[in-house]
């Protein structure tokens, strides 16, 4: 009698799991049946090399659109990974406990926002400035790296943060038994024991840069050439799908899935290099 | 720790709300379950989308119960669900080619598109040649047509949209836009753009030019309705509404409400170009 | 020839950068927030929150959206929420740890990472065409509530993991099954992990527009079925903003969503200090 009643939820979880499990491997299997049969007629490389994205015309290279994603969050990284750390190691060690708590969920509503109104304030403040000082249209690969590299910086800082106070103590007090001063037991101790939880955050920080479509939509001009400088404009994977799915049909279509694929290879990467990364901790 | 439970409660009692205001409204929501009748769909321009909304509006104000849906997406993607039927009515503002011919179409307005650039930008005239070399690439600084030296940002709609296609075929000919072209993917986005950037030029439709933007002349024509009508400013395009099959019911109704004399005057009154209206 | 510096200078050397650092972040943040706030809170009247949009949202309130924002949510959270813990449950409990599990885990870890534009368009081509659904509260909520499926697997599965396996074990020792023990032991333990995995997803829901725009729609009418299409305040605000149809209107809607996102932050930090102070 027992036995039944405990069959009853066993199968009941069961068939949850595998309507969710189901749920989500169509959504893998849809794009890969729309998309790969576009890759396997155009060619795998001239798909990720051809320089020429023309829908109109048939050619569906999507290269200036990995360039513009690589570039711009390349961009993000350089800018938003430094300032991001310093302020975990802020948040970790030199704020008095009545400022971090207030930082904190600052932080955390920051990364809250829509990333339509982060792309809207990039517009009216990001954009100008470039224009009227740095030169080009101010719609350009800049102003999208300087959008994302506020975006990311939650991320990485509350990880980091998180990595950097569940260092033992013992490291800490060590170094300071030592002579350390707190700086040289920060840069020499602290960081390289929270090295993982740190790359870790980067990593997801990466993640959400190279997956982020509306603000960039807003902020980076969307011209589909190759773009030669950072005050260019620019498209990524994510906003050429994003600008065209409204009106793509057949083969035109069949090609943005085939760049969803690109993007899930990509995901799939850094997140294989993050759990490597966790692993060897 | 006595702040953090009252905040505590305090954020319960409201996920309590916004879940209880979520599941009346979706209730009540779920509770006309069918896709009544009494319902239309209009998708696909968004040159002549707000023209629509204003249709729809005067349209539900005489017909109460009625509810007509606008959605965006651009020509293109009107024509497109038009033919797999996700939208009752379709809007274009190209006319179709190929296989859309087959769609049933009428045209219920003409809309001139017109070249803006910043208010001001010294530049009043531009000949189409010129027009058409600065969007392929072949113009890049202000200083080669009169203006201050400084290169000459580019503005576009998307591929799908009937603006682009109807500017393509009215002033590129043969010429493709040049890739270095910014694109954005409505009127109102590259009028915002246009009326902050010293050096950029775009095309948006007629009837949505404001002060915030200047049209230029064309050959010399000032951009304008009646010059439309004339025939002397000859970028213009047809909007048009789309149905799978001959109109029936709702859908019927509302197209023959556009085309009566009554819809007539909204469109004309909004600045498009209607035959046989007495301005 | 490498400098060596006084590690006392060094120190204030960090010091400064670290501090000027997180100035920095700060200056930032609050300039967005009380930008967006200054402008827009002045714009949320009764009215504003009481009516709906007209002439193309260049009057009216945004009441419409905010309905929009709710049903979409609401849908999105009842669809994943139980498929979510089941599935976590499921997992967690009467499966072994194999190869088979950890695929899983990695698949859901993956799929958690995908842009929500991509999620956006398969909504957009199974949802909205293939099964007819058409622009829809339905069509968005399906597509945001498989957005948001993996995160609540994912935090769940954590939550239930990490009860101490002193709670299973006693249960068990006192007679209980696998079922009664889920229900009356790990469920109430796990809950507040599980309720956060819930708020994240709703705090996504709501601030996400790539995915709705295209499977809910942007009609400005109200809604009056499931059926029908929604505008939710993210792409009204997207709308508003980018055509310059009302600065107005589109800060108080930023404003308005602003302050929602700040309390279901509120909400879900204090759920995970009841869960930390509870589970160690």
């Given at each position: 009698m027992k036995k039944f009643g405990e069959k009853i939820p066993q199968s009941l979880f069961f068939i949850m799991a595998l309507s969710a499990l189901s749920a989500l491997a169509l959504i893998t299997v849809f794009i890969f049946v729309e998309g790969i049969p576009l890759i396997a007629k155009v060619g795998l490389f001239n798909f990720i090399f051809g320089m020429k994205w023309a829908p109109s015309l048939g050619q569906y290279g999507i290269f200036p659109m990995i360039v513009g994603t690589v570039v711009v969050t390349l961009g993000a990284i350089i800018l938003g990974v430094p300032i991001a750390l310093c302020c975990s190691i802020f948040l970790a060690e030199f704020a008095p406990k009545k400022l971090s708590n207030l930082v904190r969920p600052a932080i955390q509503l920051l990364a809250g926002i829509p990333s339509v109104v982060f792309g809207f304030w990039g517009l009216i403040f990001i954009v100008p400035a470039i224009r009227n000082?740095?030169?080009?249209?101010?719609?350009s690969i800049l102003a999208g790296s300087i959008i994302l590299a506020i975006m990311i910086l939650p991320t990485i800082i509350s990880i980091s943060e998180v990595s950097l106070i569940s260092v033992s103590p013992l490291l800490k007090e060590g170094a300071f038994a030592l002579g350390a001063t707190h700086w040289q037991t920060i840069r020499s101790v602290l960081v390289p024991a929270a090295k993982s939880g740190i790359l870790a955050s980067i990593i997801l920080g990466i993640g959400r840069a190279v997956g982020e479509t509306m603000a960039v939509i807003m902020v980076l001009?969307?011209?589909?050439a190759l773009p030669s400088s950072i005050l260019d404009p620019a498209r990524t994977l994510t906003t050429n799908i994003g600008i065209e799915m409204?009106?793509?049909?057949?083969e035109h279509q069949q090609a943005l899935f085939a760049t969803g694929i690109v993007l899930l290879v990509i995901i799939m990467i850094l997140n294989s290099i993050a759990q490597y990364a966790i692993r060897r901790k | 720790m006595k702040i953090y439970q009252a905040m505590y409660r305090i954020a319960l009692r409201f996920l309590f709300i916004f879940f209880l205001i979520s599941f009346v409204f979706t209730s009540t929501l779920s509770a006309?379950?069918?896709?009544?009748?009494?319902s239309l769909i209009i998708a696909g321009s968004t040159s002549v989308q707000p023209f629509a909304e204003v249709l729809a509006e005067a349209y539900m104000i005489l017909h109460p119960g009625i509810t007509i849906d606008i959605q965006g997406g651009g020509s293109a993607a009107g024509i497109m669900a038009t033919q797999s039927g996700t939208t009752n009515i379709g809007m274009s503002s190209r006319v179709l080619a190929g296989n859309e011919t087959s769609l049933w179409s009428v045209e219920i307005a003409r809309d001139g598109i017109a070249i803006i650039i910043y208010?001001?930008?010294?530049?009043i005239n531009l000949t189409l040649p010129q027009v058409r070399d600065i969007y392929s690439g072949?113009?890049?600084?202000w200083s080669q047509i009169g203006g201050k030296k400084s290169e000459i940002h580019v503005f576009t709609r998307e591929d799908g949209s009937g603006t682009r296609s109807s500017f393509e075929s009215l002033v590129m000919g043969k010429t493709e836009i040049m890739a270095r072209a910014m694109v954005q993917d409505s009127n109102g986005a590259i009028r915002q753009l246009v009326g902050d950037d010293p050096y950029a030029i775009g095309f948006i439709s007629?009837?949505?030019?404001?002060?915030?933007v200047k049209a230029v002349e064309l050959d010399g024509v000032i951009p304008s309705r009646e010059h439309v009508i004339d025939d002397t400013y000859n970028l213009s395009r047809p909007f048009l509404f789309l149905t799978l099959k001959e109109p029936t019911g709702l859908a019927k109704d509302f197209i023959d409400f556009t085309l009566s004399d009554k819809g007539k005057q909204i469109l004309y009154d909004q600045g498009l170009v209607i035959t046989g209206v007495n301005p | 020839m490498r400098i060596r510096l006084n590690p006392r200078t060094s120190q204030k050397i960090a010091k400064v950068v670290i501090w000027s650092a997180a100035i920095l972040v700060l200056f930032v943040l609050f300039s967005i927030i009380i930008y967006i706030l200054s402008k827009g809170i002045p714009n949320i009247t009764w009215q504003f929150l009481t009516q709906i949009p007209s002439d193309m949202g260049r009057s009216g309130g945004i009441l419409s959206p905010i309905v929009g924002t709710l049903s979409v949510t609401l849908v999105a959270v009842i669809v994943a929420t139980p498929l979510g813990v089941g599935t976590a449950f499921y997992l967690t409990?009467?499966?072994?740890?194999?190869t088979i599990t950890k695929i899983i885990r990695f698949s859901a870890e993956s799929l958690a990472g995908i842009p929500s534009i991509v999620y956006g368009l398969f909504g957009f081509i199974f949802f909205v065409i293939y099964l007819k659904l058409g622009w829809s509260i339905l069509s968005g909520g399906l597509t945001l509530a498989v957005m948001i499926l993996p995160t609540i697997i994912r935090t769940s599965e954590e939550a239930i993991r990490t009860v101490p396996p002193m709670y299973r074990e006693v249960s068990f020792s006192l007679g209980g099954t696998k079922w009664q023990t889920m229900l009356k032991v790990l469920g109430p333990s796990a809950l507040p992990g599980i309720s956060t995995g819930i708020i994240l997803g709703i705090g996504r829901c709501v601030a996400e527009t790539a995915a709705v725009i295209l499977t809910?729609?942007?009609?400005l009418r109200m809604p009056i079925s499931i059926f029908s299409p929604a505008r939710t305040m993210a792409v009204h605000f997207y709308i508003l903003a980018r055509e310059g149809i009302s600065l107005e209107r589109a800060y108080g809607t930023a404003a308005l969503l602003i302050i929602l996102i700040l309390l279901i932050n509120i909400g879900a930090n204090l759920l995970v200090n009841k869960f930390v102070a509870k589970g160690h």
């Amino acid at each position: 009698m027992k036995k039944f009643g405990e069959k009853i939820p066993q199968s009941l979880f069961f068939i949850m799991a595998l309507s969710a499990l189901s749920a989500l491997a169509l959504i893998t299997v849809f794009i890969f049946v729309e998309g790969i049969p576009l890759i396997a007629k155009v060619g795998l490389f001239n798909f990720i090399f051809g320089m020429k994205w023309a829908p109109s015309l048939g050619q569906y290279g999507i290269f200036p659109m990995i360039v513009g994603t690589v570039v711009v969050t390349l961009g993000a990284i350089i800018l938003g990974v430094p300032i991001a750390l310093c302020c975990s190691i802020f948040l970790a060690e030199f704020a008095p406990k009545k400022l971090s708590n207030l930082v904190r969920p600052a932080i955390q509503l920051l990364a809250g926002i829509p990333s339509v109104v982060f792309g809207f304030w990039g517009l009216i403040f990001i954009v100008p400035a470039i224009r009227n000082y740095l030169g080009g249209p101010g719609l350009s690969i800049l102003a999208g790296s300087i959008i994302l590299a506020i975006m990311i910086l939650p991320t990485i800082i509350s990880i980091s943060e998180v990595s950097l106070i569940s260092v033992s103590p013992l490291l800490k007090e060590g170094a300071f038994a030592l002579g350390a001063t707190h700086w040289q037991t920060i840069r020499s101790v602290l960081v390289p024991a929270a090295k993982s939880g740190i790359l870790a955050s980067i990593i997801l920080g990466i993640g959400r840069a190279v997956g982020e479509t509306m603000a960039v939509i807003m902020v980076l001009g969307n011209a589909v050439a190759l773009p030669s400088s950072i005050l260019d404009p620019a498209r990524t994977l994510t906003t050429n799908i994003g600008i065209e799915m409204g009106y793509a049909s057949g083969e035109h279509q069949q090609a943005l899935f085939a760049t969803g694929i690109v993007l899930l290879v990509i995901i799939m990467i850094l997140n294989s290099i993050a759990q490597y990364a966790i692993r060897r901790k | 720790m006595k702040i953090y439970q009252a905040m505590y409660r305090i954020a319960l009692r409201f996920l309590f709300i916004f879940f209880l205001i979520s599941f009346v409204f979706t209730s009540t929501l779920s509770a006309g379950c069918s896709r009544s009748s009494a319902s239309l769909i209009i998708a696909g321009s968004t040159s002549v989308q707000p023209f629509a909304e204003v249709l729809a509006e005067a349209y539900m104000i005489l017909h109460p119960g009625i509810t007509i849906d606008i959605q965006g997406g651009g020509s293109a993607a009107g024509i497109m669900a038009t033919q797999s039927g996700t939208t009752n009515i379709g809007m274009s503002s190209r006319v179709l080619a190929g296989n859309e011919t087959s769609l049933w179409s009428v045209e219920i307005a003409r809309d001139g598109i017109a070249i803006i650039i910043y208010p001001d930008n010294p530049i009043i005239n531009l000949t189409l040649p010129q027009v058409r070399d600065i969007y392929s690439g072949k113009i890049t600084d202000w200083s080669q047509i009169g203006g201050k030296k400084s290169e000459i940002h580019v503005f576009t709609r998307e591929d799908g949209s009937g603006t682009r296609s109807s500017f393509e075929s009215l002033v590129m000919g043969k010429t493709e836009i040049m890739a270095r072209a910014m694109v954005q993917d409505s009127n109102g986005a590259i009028r915002q753009l246009v009326g902050d950037d010293p050096y950029a030029i775009g095309f948006i439709s007629l009837g949505l030019v404001d002060k915030t933007v200047k049209a230029v002349e064309l050959d010399g024509v000032i951009p304008s309705r009646e010059h439309v009508i004339d025939d002397t400013y000859n970028l213009s395009r047809p909007f048009l509404f789309l149905t799978l099959k001959e109109p029936t019911g709702l859908a019927k109704d509302f197209i023959d409400f556009t085309l009566s004399d009554k819809g007539k005057q909204i469109l004309y009154d909004q600045g498009l170009v209607i035959t046989g209206v007495n301005p | 020839m490498r400098i060596r510096l006084n590690p006392r200078t060094s120190q204030k050397i960090a010091k400064v950068v670290i501090w000027s650092a997180a100035i920095l972040v700060l200056f930032v943040l609050f300039s967005i927030i009380i930008y967006i706030l200054s402008k827009g809170i002045p714009n949320i009247t009764w009215q504003f929150l009481t009516q709906i949009p007209s002439d193309m949202g260049r009057s009216g309130g945004i009441l419409s959206p905010i309905v929009g924002t709710l049903s979409v949510t609401l849908v999105a959270v009842i669809v994943a929420t139980p498929l979510g813990v089941g599935t976590a449950f499921y997992l967690t409990e009467y499966t072994r740890e194999s190869t088979i599990t950890k695929i899983i885990r990695f698949s859901a870890e993956s799929l958690a990472g995908i842009p929500s534009i991509v999620y956006g368009l398969f909504g957009f081509i199974f949802f909205v065409i293939y099964l007819k659904l058409g622009w829809s509260i339905l069509s968005g909520g399906l597509t945001l509530a498989v957005m948001i499926l993996p995160t609540i697997i994912r935090t769940s599965e954590e939550a239930i993991r990490t009860v101490p396996p002193m709670y299973r074990e006693v249960s068990f020792s006192l007679g209980g099954t696998k079922w009664q023990t889920m229900l009356k032991v790990l469920g109430p333990s796990a809950l507040p992990g599980i309720s956060t995995g819930i708020i994240l997803g709703i705090g996504r829901c709501v601030a996400e527009t790539a995915a709705v725009i295209l499977t809910a729609g942007s009609a400005l009418r109200m809604p009056i079925s499931i059926f029908s299409p929604a505008r939710t305040m993210a792409v009204h605000f997207y709308i508003l903003a980018r055509e310059g149809i009302s600065l107005e209107r589109a800060y108080g809607t930023a404003a308005l969503l602003i302050i929602l996102i700040l309390l279901i932050n509120i909400g879900a930090n204090l759920l995970v200090n009841k869960f930390v102070a509870k589970g160690h």
